[in-house]
């Protein structure tokens, strides 16, 4: 029944927005539930696709420099996360591994770890920008 | 790659249920307001626990937890900090090497002055903890700093907490300097973070006393006048930075250092808080 909750809750968070034109970010989060990765999606008139970045760049050919490449971008990723202060709490184990894999010659497993890296600095930083504006509307009103 | 949908699925669930109580004015240094902040602090916690007075949330979770407070008032029949004040007493006594002690760093040799604490320093522009106060004074005299979290620290901590039980926390913010730590504290407090999206509010303010997996977060509200405290979970005595990193953790984000600018200004922004409310540690909890 996971599945249907995780539908029925991405549905309930897209459902209104349906009507009004709709963000990218919403028209994305749409068309990936519903269709999953490697989908192509119209927005305003382009083309775009259903993967997260980090799905189209684990899936590149798996040698050492796609390895290397993506385990350096995750590497500035987590910096660039880490100060902002959001980072999250397996990211580093995650970049180890992925170095150590990658060290073993271990090139699709190196890149799926860094991958999963790459994805938690990325929605970090997202909550830094949200939180931005939004932390205040948690703090109880003044009277 | 399931991890990422189940990440960004519990991201977006937890966007749902943002809470609409919005504060319109105090994110920025021009319109924060600390005297407004702890007044409406106090009055949703009046409002959420209305049989609860102000004064006792010095209690943590036991202030609004009819349920666990017998068991705890049990424990502290017999304190498990006792022999921890005996041994920090010893401490704070001890002569340095050059021959002074920890009593001529601190006015009024150390005794009864934990209200004040933290403290802006204006020359520094930074907010010193008791503790940083404490390891500052062996450092200028020549004495090994303590480690941070327990031990040593602790416990001279919660004997100088000792001294002041009773009086009232006056947490002074004297300019905008300092007024843009506490809102750094604030921020800190509010702010959703972590790979489970939760802010320190969602569990102590909106999630106070609410059962969070096994655990009854405590209100806000009086956060830290009890430390430092022995935790049967730590099975040792602790300093609220050391409790800081925990709670941080818990959102699943990565922990700061104890005793960074950060931590530092979410103390200052705590107590704050607690400011009117009086000292009462050491304490213990569960």
Known sequence: MKKIATIAAVAALTASSLTMAQSFQEAFDMNRAMYGAGATFEWNGKSYNTSYIEEELASKPANQANAQALFDAAKAKLAEVREAGFAWRDNVKYLKQAKEALEAGEYQKSMDLAARSHLQSRVGLEQAETAKNEWILAVPPLN | ?286
């Open chain 2, 1 to 286: 790659m399931k991890i990422i949908k189940t990440t960004l699925l519990a991201m977006s669930v937890a966007a749902l249920s943002q809470t609409a109580m919005a504060a319109k004015t105090g994110a920025t240094l021009s319109t924060v307001d600390p005297e407004a902040d702890r007044i409406a602090l106090q009055e949703y916690m009046k409002d959420r626990f209305p049989d609860t007075p102000v004064s006792e949330y010095v209690n943590g979770i036991y202030a609004v937890d009819a349920a666990s407070r017998a068991q705890w008032e049990e424990i502290e029949e017999f304190p498990p900090y006792e022999l921890d004040l005996e041994e920090g007493e010893e401490l704070f006594n001890e002569q340095f090497a050059n021959g002074k002690s920890l009593a001529d760093c601190f006015d009024n040799g150390g005794e009864g002055i934990r209200q004040n604490y933290p403290m802006w320093n204006d020359e520094r522009k930074t907010v010193v903890t008791l503790e940083m106060a404490i390891n500052e004074c062996r450092l200028q005299n020549g004495e090994k700093p303590y480690g941070w979290k327990k031990g040593p620290i602790a416990k001279v901590s919660a004997y100088m907490a000792y001294t002041s039980r009773g009086n009232e926390f006056v947490i002074d913010i004297p300019n905008d300097d300092a007024k843009a730590a506490y809102l750094d504290g604030k921020k800190f407090f509010y702010t959703k973070r972590g790979q489970l999206n939760l802010s320190c509010a969602d569990c102590h303010l909106t999630g106070t006393n609410r059962l969070v997996r096994a655990d009854r977060p405590s209100p806000a509200l009086g956060h830290s006048t009890h430390f430092p405290v022995v935790r049967s979970k730590w099975g040792n005595i602790g300093t609220i930075h050391r409790r800081y990193e925990g709670c941080h953790r818990d959102s699943r984000s990565e922990f700061l250092k104890v005793q960074s600018e950060t931590y530092r200004n979410l103390e200052y922004f705590q107590t704050y808080m607690s400011n009117g409310l009086v000292v009462n540690g050491p304490g213990s909890r569960k």
